[in-house]
C-alpha cells in the first residue's frame, strides 16, 4: 500500500461498506509506518560517559517518540583495537544496559549489537567498491589513529566510514543523532549513499543528515583542560560513577588564577568548565556563575561544588538503574534478541533492493 500525501478526498469504500478517505488513511498510517528513520550507535569499547550520554544517547532517548529508531551497539568497530574475545560479549551487554538505564526504550525503539545483524558487512562490501584509497586516507580520525597505533594501522581502521555507512544506509535512515567529532564520518556516509545512487542512476539511498536539537553539535569537554571528553584521553565522568567519586573528578578539573579585567574573554579551560556547566545545569545558575566571571567575584570552589551537585543530579537514577540492568542478563539478552530481529528485517529488506539495483540474485 502506498501512501499519497495530499491525495484529495475520493472515496475508498471497504468491504463492510464503511468509507475512508485518503487523507485520513494517510493521516492513521502515517504516524505508524511512515515515521522518518533514525540510527545512531556507540562502540563497546568502555563504559558510557558524559561525552556520549550528551552528545548522543540523551537525544536518543528524546527521539524515539516521533521517529522510527534504531540504536545500537558497534562492537565490529571496536575490533580496530582487538579486543581480547572473553571481553566481547560482556562489553557490549554493559553498553546494553546503559542505554536502557538512560531511558532508550526496546518497546519503542530497536536496540541491537551490531555482530548480531550479519546483513550489515553484504552493504559494507558493496560501498568499499565506491570508495576510494586517497579519501580514506584524509580522514581525520583515521589520520589520528594511524598516527597514535602506528604497529596497528589495519584495513578496518582505513575503511571505519564505510562501515558506519553501511550501519546507517542499511536502514535508510535519514537522520543520525551524534556528536560533533563524528561529522567527518557522516561526510563520508552521504558521499557514500550519493555515489551509490549515481552508480547506479537511482534514488535508492536517503543523505543521511547528522541530528541534533538546538543549533549546533555538541562537543563535551574533558576535565583536564583538553578539547574533548573520551574514553581513550581518560578525562571521563562516567554514567555509572557515584557522586563522591563525580564531586572528587570535578573539583580536580583544570582551572586557573582567576580573570584579570571584567569581561574578559575565557581562556579554553574555563570555558571548558562553563561549557559543561551550560548543559548539566540550568540556565538561572549558568548565568549566575557568568555573571562572576564578567564582575570578576567567581570562585572557582564554588563553581565546581554547584557543578558536581548538578551533574549528580542527573546521574544518579541512571546509576541506579545501571545496576539493576547489568544484574539481569536475561532481560539484556531478550532485548538483543529482539533488537536483531527487528534490525535484520529492515536490513535485509534494504540488501534485496541493493542487490537487485547492482544486478545480483535476489533470495
Ligand atoms: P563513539 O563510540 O566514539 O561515540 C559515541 C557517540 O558519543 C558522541 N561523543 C561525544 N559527543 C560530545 N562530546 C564528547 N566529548 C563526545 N564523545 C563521544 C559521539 O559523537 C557519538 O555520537 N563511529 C561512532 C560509532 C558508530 C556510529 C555508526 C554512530 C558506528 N557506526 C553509525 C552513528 C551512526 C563512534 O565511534 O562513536
Not at 542505554?99 to 536496540?111: H, M, N, Q, W
Amino acid at each position: 500500500m502506498t501512501f499519497i500525501e495530499g491525495t484529495p478526498t475520493q472515496k475508498n469504500p471497504n468491504k463492510f461498506g464503511f468509507s475512508f478517505t485518503y487523507p485520513y488513511l494517510c493521516k492513521k498510517y502515517k504516524n505508524k509506518y511512515m515515521k522518518e528513520i533514525v540510527l545512531s550507535g556507540i562502540r563497546p569499547t568502555g563504559n558510557l560517559h558524559l561525552g556520549n550520554y550528551y552528545g548522543a544517547v540523551q537525544n536518543f532517548v528524546k527521539m524515539q517518540e516521533d521517529y522510527n529508531c534504531y540504536y545500537f551497539i558497534a562492537d565490529w568497530h571496536s575490533l580496530t583495537s582487538h579486543p581480547k574475545p572473553e571481553d566481547i560479549q560482556q562489553s557490549a551487554r554493559t553498553i546494553l544496559a546503559e542505554y536502557l538505564a538512560c531511558g532508550i526504550d526496546p518497546e519503542k525503539s530497536t536496540i541491537y549489537i551490531q555482530s548480531d545483524v550479519p546483513d550489515t558487512i553484504e552493504l559494507y562490501l558493496y560501498l568499499n567498491m565506491n570508495c576510494y584509497l586517497g579519501e580514506l586516507e584524509r580522514v581525520t580520525t583515521f589520520k589520528e589513529k594511524a598516527r597514535k597505533q602506528p604497529d596497528n594501522v589495519n584495513a578496518g581502521l582505513l575503511t571505519y566510514p564505510t562501515l558506519m555507512a553501511a550501519d546507517i544506509l542499511q536502514h535508510r535512515a535519514a537522520k543520525v543523532p551524534v556528536g560533533k567529532d563524528q561529522e567527518q564520518n557522516m561526510e563520508m556516509a552521504r558521499k557514500c549513499a550519493r555515489r551509490f545512487n549515481n552508480i547506479y542512476g537511482v534514488e535508492f539511498f536517503p543523505e543521511p543528515q547528522n541530528f541534533y536539537f538546538g543549533d549546533h553539535a555538541i562537543k563535551i569537554p574533558g576535565l583536564d583542560g583538553s578539547g574533548k571528553m573520551g574514553k581513550s584521553e581518560g578525562n571521563c565522568i562516567y554514567l555509572y560513577e557515584d557522586a563522591k567519586s563525580i564531586e572528587k573528578k570535578v573539583k580536580r578539573a583544570v582551572t586557573d588564577s582567576g580573570p584579570t579585567e571584567p569581561n574578559q574573554q575565557k581562556p579554553e579551560v574555563i570555558q571548558n568548565l562553563f561549557t559543561l556547566m551550560e548543559i548539566a545545569s540550568s540556565k538561572d545558575t549558568y548565568d549566575y556563575f557568568n555573571e562572576k566571571w564578567n564582575d570578576m567575584s567567581i570562585r572557582y570552589g564554588d563553581m565546581k561544588k554547584q557543578l558536581a551537585e548538578d551533574i549528580v543530579k542527573t546521574l544518579a537514577p541512571i546509576r541506579e538503574r545501571i545496576l539493576e540492568y547489568k544484574s539481569n542478563q536475561e532481560l539484556l539478552d531478550k532485548v538483543a534478541k529482539m533488537g536483531a530481529e527487528k534490525a535484520h528485517e529492515s536490513a535485509a529488506a534494504t540488501l534485496r533492493e541493493v542487490r537487485k539495483i547492482i544486478g545480483f540474485k535476489v533470495y
